[in-house]
Every structure is written in structure tokens, then in C-alpha cells.
């Protein structure tokens, strides 16, 4: 989710508010960019219904990516009895 988005890019509460320009932070790439064969993508999690589903597979990670929480499908939510 945006917590651990931020954590993996160094951002901390200092950075709140920050604008996303250049000279107001800085954002450093790896030297070396992963293999594209490390990129795996899959369902997005906790999205219910057919944005949830293998038909659309936007969510992206990388291999071994100690970050990224595994797959849980979405839970049906109950409506109210109003």
C-alpha cells in the first residue's frame, strides 16, 4: 500500500506537504535497474469484482521484493440491513 510505497522510497514525515518537483526532493534510481524478468505482475489486493481479477493484472512487484505482501483476494463485504 502508500505506507510501505513510501518507505521503499526513503520517504519519511519530514516529506509531508513536500511538492513533487524538482529541487523540492529527490528521488535516486538504482544504478542498476532490475532484469525485466524479475518484474511479475498479478490482480490487484482487497479490489473486489472484475478490477480484482486476473483480467486485470495491475498490480506490479518485483521478485523477491521483501516489501511487497502476498496475494489476498478481495472479502465480499455485507450490506446493512437498512
Not at 3 to 27: H, I, K, M, S, Y
Not at 28 to 33: D, I, N, S, V
Not at 61 to 69: D, H, I, Q, R, T
Request: aromatic fraction near 8%; charge should be positive; avoid cysteine.
Amino acid at each position: 500500500g502508500p505506507g510501505r510505497l513510501a518507505q521503499a522510497l526513503g520517504l519519511t514525515l519530514a516529506d509531508n506537504g513536500r511538492a513533487f518537483v524538482p529541487g523540492e526532493l529527490e528521488l535516486h534510481l538504482p544504478a542498476t535497474p532490475a532484469p525485466p524478468s524479475h518484474v511479475r505482475r498479478g490482480p490487484r489486493v482487497g479490489v473486489s469484482g472484475e478490477g480484482g481479477s486476473e483480467s486485470y493484472p495491475w498490480r506490479f512487484w518485483l521478485e523477491g521484493e521483501k516489501s511487497v505482501s502476498p496475494y489476498r483476494s478481495a472479502k465480499p463485504r455485507r450490506r446493512s440491513a437498512d
